[in-house]
Structures are given as C-alpha cells and as structure tokens.
C-alpha cells in the first residue's frame, strides 16, 4: 500500500480526480466557497504538468509546483477578490475620489520606501534591482492600502442611517446586449460639496429623470468617511400637497 501511495502516476491520478472533484462541487457556487473550484482547477493544472515531467523522465520539484500552481493563484484571486469587494463599498462612499488620490500616493510612497529598506540592508553582493517586481508593488500597494483604508472605515461604522436630499444632476448606462446582469447604471448627484456618482439597481435608476429628488441614506464611518447605504426616490404624499 506504502509503495503504491509513493508511487507518482498513482499521486497524478488522485491529484486530477480531486481537481475535478472540487470543479464540479463548487464550481456554481457565488460565494466565497467558489474559491474551492479554483483550487480544483489548479489541482488538475498541477499534476497534467507533473506528468508532462514524468513522461520526459523528469523529476517535479513538488514544493515549487505548488507554490507556483496553487498558493500563487489563491493569493492572487485572494488580493482580486478582496480589491473588488472594498472597491464596490468605494464608490458608495462620499469624496470616494479623494481617498483614491491620497492613500494611493501614501500606497507609492511606502513602496517606495520598502524598496530602499530591502536594498540597503541586503549585502552588495546580493543587491539586484527587479523591475518586475517594483511595477507589480506599484500596483499592489496602492490598491492595498486603498482597499484596507475602504474596510476599516467599515468596520464598526454608525448604525443609524441620516437621510439627506439630494438632486439628480445626471444619469449614465453601459448596456450589456448580451447579458442584461451585466449592465449597469449610474446616477449623477451633488452631496455638499463633492459631486458623486452612484452605482444603482435597474429599477431605481429607470424610475428618476434629470432634477428628480432622492434620499441617500447616509452612516458616518469608522474613519470619518460617510457611506451611503441606500438610495430612494423622494416621493410626495398628496393628502400633504392638498
């Protein structure tokens, strides 16, 4: 039993049927459990290239097959996912534009300082400048802290919710053809000062035209940011008007 468990084409068959094993359970899952489908895809990825290697008479390094094939993508999707989520939450967050300018200077500015940390601290001898890796950090970084400052502000914000009136000052649409899911609608409005644009629902965007009053339902954040919870179309009650 020891000795087929050691054997390779018998861990690549195991391998493969476990990939496909996750594919299939999750792969219609739109929770965080759709990760798990990735992670049967990569599985699957892993061992075809490990056979690849044993059919040439190579011999797979295991350990960088799966940091390369699975732990590299998982953190990617991880950083992906995370990225997209908090900036979502943004683009309902008021002066959303502000936050983007500062934090993602403060993101290039702690890039830049981590880059010269790890320089002078190596040995001259082993001191090399990578490229790829500064333009990825430039990138990283940035959407990082961005992304951290997002969820914080969050975090523990107010519950209680102060309804504020606002003025439609313009309307937007990307009309997906193809899939209805994927088009989207933006609505144009002041708040104070800043002049902001929200993501809405088909329907609510559908229902207000050009200097329509709406009510955006405000909480202030953990960092003193205000996020808008929801958005209605200010209605009118005629006994009121009469």
Known sequence: MNKILKNEYFQITAGVIFGIILLILFIDKKSFLGIFAFVGFFFIILNIIRLIDVLNGKKSD????????????????SFIGFVANEFKHLGNTINNSEIFKEFGIYGLILVVFIVILRYSFKPKENRKF?????????????????????????????KQLNPMESIVSEKESKIDEKDSN???????TNVGIYNEKFKVEYELWNN????????????????????????EKKTYCQHCIL
């Not at 207000?208 to 929801?230: C, S």
């Open 182 to 188: 994927d088009s989207q609608y933006w609505i144009f």
């Open 208 to 231: 207000l035209q050009k200097n329509d009053t709406i009510l955006l339902f405000m909480k202030k954040g953990n960092l003193g940011y205000e996020i808008v919870e929801r958005i």
């Open 62 to 77: 295991l350990k960088k097959l799966i940091k390369g094939t699975v732990v590299a993508p998982i953190l990617l999707g």
């Open 130 to 158: 990578s490229f790829t890796g500064l333009f990825a950090s430039l990138i990283v970084f940035p959407l990082l802290l961005i992304s951290c400052v997002t969820l914080i502000n969050r975090y523990k914000a107010e």
